[in-house]
């Protein structure tokens, strides 16, 4: 003769030894008073509940009764976790690159830190920097936003690029661009961006205003701090770009592409040099900006842009390493063979 009730149920049990439990405990308390109530029918118990045999008996087996805290989950955590393999010199050097250049990730970091002589992983940078920062140790410079903002005029000698002009060679295209900075309150400043879209090479300038005159002694800029001869520039609706600077681009034989109105994507090289200038360069320099402060600085930031910093389009090559492997730059710029 089988006697019912002599057992305590699990939530009588769960009473008297007053144990809170986690709702996925209770729930799978049910399934074993269902279990008990229906005759230890374990599939009938499984179909009513929605869960696997396996799942069931696995449970059934760590299941005590006495102590419904056997039911409870229990943690995934490794008996053996894997030791961190890097070294204090490695810790040391990533913490230094990154604090020099905050925005860089893992991969540019990982290509300077070889050109010192330190090999490591790309993998590892990242366990690092995530080290350095859950015991923060690593110090993020404060974000500076700056505001951008752009016009667009009708072109009054400037032709939209043909469709089968195509840059095949650095100079062919070179994208120019301007920049409000509003570093502080009541200051604006301008910068001018040239980019090359096949060497990826950068000439910067700043000033208090973008005009065509200042626009026109950019050309100069370009022209001069360029490994290349640049026959073609790209530049959008501003009116800074219209004026005395067209006549410049003509009276140097430099042709002159205008973008349709509002498209900053068919300008997307100079577009995201700029965010890179901005995030990397303004948001976190220690400047007064001051004119003679800044454009020195700039200028460094340019040659660091050109010959340091790894390029992801580039393979994580320089623009200058991309020149020199892929390109003569001795008098007219063309293809290594």
Request: aromatic share 10%; net charge positive; glycine share 6%.
């Given at each position: 003769m089988k006697i019912i009730g002599a057992v305590l149920t699990g939530y009588t049990q769960l009473a008297r030894l007053n144990q809170p439990i986690s709702k996925e405990a209770q729930t799978r308390i049910k399934w074993f008073d269902y279990y008990r109530?229906?005759?230890?029918?374990?599939?009938?118990?499984?179909?009513?509940?929605?869960?696997?045999?396996?799942?069931?008996?696995?449970?059934?087996?760590?299941?005590?009764?006495?102590?419904?805290?056997?039911?409870?989950?229990?943690?995934?955590?490794?008996?053996?976790?894997?030791?961190?393999?890097?070294?204090?010199?490695?810790?040391?050097?990533?913490?230094?690159?990154?604090?020099?250049?905050?925005?860089?990730?893992?991969?540019?970091i990982k290509?300077?830190?070889?050109k010192e002589g330190i090999q490591i992983s790309v993998s590892m940078v990242g366990r690092i920097i995530r080290y350095l920062k859950a015991r923060n140790l690593l110090r993020e410079p404060p974000i500076n936003p700056?505001?951008?903002?752009?016009?667009?005029?009708?072109?009054?000698?400037?032709?939209?690029?043909?469709?089968?002009?195509?840059?095949?060679?650095?100079?062919d295209i070179v994208q120019v661009d301007t920049l409000d900075v509003r570093p502080l309150p009541g200051v604006l400043l301008k910068h001018f961006s040239a980019y090359d879209v096949v060497a990826r090479w950068n000439v910067l300038s700043v000033g208090s205003q973008a005009t065509?005159?200042?626009?026109?002694?950019?050309?100069?800029?370009?022209?001069t701090r360029s490994p290349f001869e640049v026959r073609a520039i790209q530049v959008d609706g501003g009116s800074e770009f219209t004026s005395f600077f067209e006549l410049e681009c003509q009276k140097r034989?430099?042709?002159?592409?205008?973008?349709?109105?509002?498209?900053?994507?068919?300008?997307?090289?100079?577009?995201r040099a700029n965010r890179t200038h901005t995030e990397e360069f303004y948001e976190i320099t220690d400047s007064t900006f001051e004119l003679a402060d800044l454009i020195p600085k700039l200028l460094e930031w340019e040659n660091i842009c050109n010959t340091y910093r790894p390029n992801q389009a580039l393979n994580y090559l320089t623009p200058l390493e991309n020149l020199e492997r892929n390109f003569k730059t001795?008098?007219?710029?063309?293809p290594i063979t």
């Open positions: 109530d229906h005759g230890e029918n374990a599939r009938l118990t499984c179909r009513y509940f929605g869960i696997s045999p396996q799942t069931f008996y696995r449970w059934k087996r760590r299941y005590n009764p006495q102590n419904p805290k056997t039911i409870e989950d229990r943690s995934h955590r490794p008996r053996r976790l894997r030791q961190p393999t890097y070294t204090s010199q490695q810790v040391e050097a990533v913490l230094r690159m990154r604090e020099s250049y905050p925005r860089w990730g893992k991969d540019k290509v300077c830190l070889e700056i505001s951008v903002r752009k016009r667009a005029r009708t072109r009054p000698y400037a032709v939209r690029k043909p469709k089968e002009y195509q840059a095949k060679l650095p100079g065509a005159t200042s626009a026109a002694r950019f050309l100069d800029d370009i022209q034989g430099i042709r002159l592409f205008v973008l349709p109105p509002r498209s900053p994507k068919l300008n997307g090289g100079v577009e001795g008098g007219k710029v063309s």
